[in-house]
């Protein structure tokens, strides 16, 4: 069986032709198969999730899936899909394919919900044409929120994404601020800035410009700013510490250092706090997996900038926040020590080789936080 073009698809038909095309396409990818009830009831398959009305099916289903091929007339689709959608950033792929399967349209969510991938793997295992309208991809452009995407870059003002790709289609120049190199010199046309030239005055030539660093610095206006998955927080807490109490110190220090939420990639701590409903639900409410370590893991660290003799005395290890970020960065720079309040502490650390260039060297960073460090 071919490899899922997109995690968790649901496929939906209301004729004979379109039931066959749509077990043509189970052939290569594990799909859920709506049919109305009339055509489930007819083809007496126990196979098939019916629905009564398609509108009312798709309200209940459309966000559970990451992806959507609609094998009917494209107008019933727009007219069904119309009042669920949300945003490109947060909508499923939608492909609609003709119950002959001579095409596949790419609908809706072609670049980040990977809606054209979709349409063209599934165009060509059932060999019908895709049929794809976005201005980049037909002009054999790299759009930048799939560049992005391809990096792990997360998107913090989807907006702007327009202005870069047009900036690309038409050839001008592009501004990217992109120390750490996430991009390697791309897009097309891409005029890479030092931080003394943002600080300063930009190259009047540029028409869009490119942001890509976990530091929130003056950005300037209408820049598109994309986040690596650099950072990762270190956390220790007493038992039974609320989530709020956990997120509000977290989310205060990286404020007050100047750090991106979206560059986050995961919380860690040690392995002691496995079961702490706190540490689980902040990690739940950021949609960051939780990392846990042992005390033979974290033993290992050969220095931290602020042991705990409290620690120490009741875990027997000098450091959990500040030893399990060293760790979870692989043995990435602690750029934020220790910070707490009387249950919490809290520590942030860059990953190593976080892209195919050289991060710049970073001081580590403890301006003003609550608590002491």
Same mark, same amino acid.
């Given at each position: 069986?071919?490899?899922?073009?997109i995690?968790?698809?649901?496929?939906?038909t209301?004729?004979?032709?379109?039931?066959?095309?749509?077990?043509?396409?189970?052939?290569?990818?594990?799909?859920?198969?709506?049919?109305?009830?009339?055509?489930?009831?007819?083809?007496?398959?126990?196979d098939?999730?019916?629905?009564?009305?398609?509108?009312?099916?798709?309200?209940?289903?459309?966000?559970?899936?990451?992806?959507?091929?609609?094998?009917?007339?494209?107008?019933?689709?727009?007219?069904?899909?119309?009042?669920?959608?949300?945003?490109?950033?947060?909508?499923?792929?939608?492909?609609?394919?003709?119950?002959?399967?001579?095409?596949?349209?790419?609908?809706?969510?072609?670049?980040?919900?990977?809606?054209?991938?979709l349409?063209?793997?599934?165009?060509?295992?059932?060999?019908?044409?895709?049929v794809?309208?976005?201005?980049?991809?037909?002009?054999?452009?790299?759009?930048?929120?799939?560049?992005?995407?391809?990096?792990?870059?997360?998107?913090?003002?989807?907006?702007?994404?327009?202005?870069?790709?047009?900036?690309?289609?038409?050839?001008?120049?592009?501004?990217v601020?992109d120390?750490?190199?996430?991009?390697?010199?791309?897009?097309?046309?891409?005029?890479?800035?030092?931080?003394?030239?943002?600080?300063?005055?930009? +190259? =009047? #030539?540029?028409? &869009? $410009?490119?942001?890509?660093?976990?530091?929130?610095?003056?950005?300037?206006? @209408?820049? *598109?700013? %994309?986040? +690596? =998955? #650099?950072?990762? &927080? $270190?956390i220790?807490?007493?038992?039974?510490?609320?989530?709020?109490?956990? @997120?509000? *110190?977290? %989310?205060?220090v990286?404020?007050?250092?100047?750090?991106?939420?979206?560059?986050?990639?995961?919380?860690?701590?040690?392995?002691?706090?496995?079961?702490?409903?706190?540490?689980?639900?902040?990690?739940?409410?950021?949609?960051?997996?939780?990392?846990?370590?042992?005390?033979?893991?974290?033993?290992?660290v050969?220095?931290?900038p602020?042991?705990?003799?409290?620690?120490?005395?009741?875990?027997?290890?000098?450091?959990?926040?500040?030893?399990?970020?060293?760790?979870?960065?692989?043995?990435?720079?602690?750029?934020?020590?220790?910070?707490?309040?009387r249950?919490?502490?809290?520590?942030?650390?860059?990953?190593?080789?976080?892209?195919?260039?050289?991060?710049?060297?970073?001081?580590?960073?403890?301006?003003?936080?609550?608590?002491?460090?």
């Open positions: 069986m071919a490899t899922d073009p995690e968790k698809i649901a496929v939906w209301v004729t004979a032709q379109g039931l066959a095309l749509a077990r043509r396409v189970r052939q290569h990818w594990r799909v859920e198969v709506f049919a109305s009830r009339r055509l489930a009831e007819e083809s007496n398959a126990g098939l999730s019916p629905f009564k009305r398609l509108s009312d099916e798709l309200g209940k289903q459309f966000h559970r899936f990451t992806g959507h091929i609609f094998i009917m007339a494209t107008g019933i689709v727009v007219r069904c899909i119309a009042p669920l959608l949300r945003h490109k950033t947060a909508d499923p792929a939608v492909a609609v394919m003709d119950d002959r399967g001579r095409f596949v349209v790419s609908l809706v969510s072609g670049h980040l919900g990977g809606a054209n991938r349409t063209r793997q599934v165009a060509e295992r059932l060999g019908a044409t895709p794809i309208t976005t201005a980049t991809d037909v002009n054999e452009k790299p759009a930048i929120d799939i560049l992005a995407q391809e990096q792990g870059l997360a998107i913090e003002n989807p907006d702007a994404i327009k202005t870069v790709n047009m900036a690309i289609l038409e050839g001008e120049p592009i501004a601020y120390p750490a190199g996430w991009l390697h010199h791309r897009p097309p046309g891409a005029v890479r800035l030092s931080r003394e030239q943002v600080d300063n005055r930009l +190259p =009047p #030539s540029v028409s &869009a $410009g490119v942001w890509i660093d976990d530091t929130i610095g003056k950005i300037p206006s @209408g820049f *598109l700013v %994309l986040r +690596p =998955p #650099s950072l990762v &927080a $270190g220790g807490c007493n038992r039974h510490t609320p989530a709020q109490e956990i @997120g509000e *110190l977290l %989310l205060t990286m404020e007050n250092v100047g750090l991106a939420v979206k560059s986050l990639t995961a919380i860690a701590s040690i392995d002691l706090k496995s079961d702490e409903i706190g540490l689980c639900e902040i990690a739940e409410r950021l949609n960051l997996p939780l990392h846990f370590f042992s005390k033979d893991e974290l033993a290992r050969e220095s931290v602020t042991p705990s003799s409290m620690v120490a005395k009741h875990i027997g290890v000098p450091s959990v926040c500040e030893a399990v970020a060293i760790l979870d960065s692989r043995n990435g720079q602690l750029i934020v020590p220790k910070h707490n309040t249950n919490v502490t809290v520590a942030i650390a860059r990953m190593a080789c976080t892209s195919s260039a050289s991060a710049p060297e970073t001081q580590p960073i403890s301006p003003n936080a609550p608590g002491k460090s």
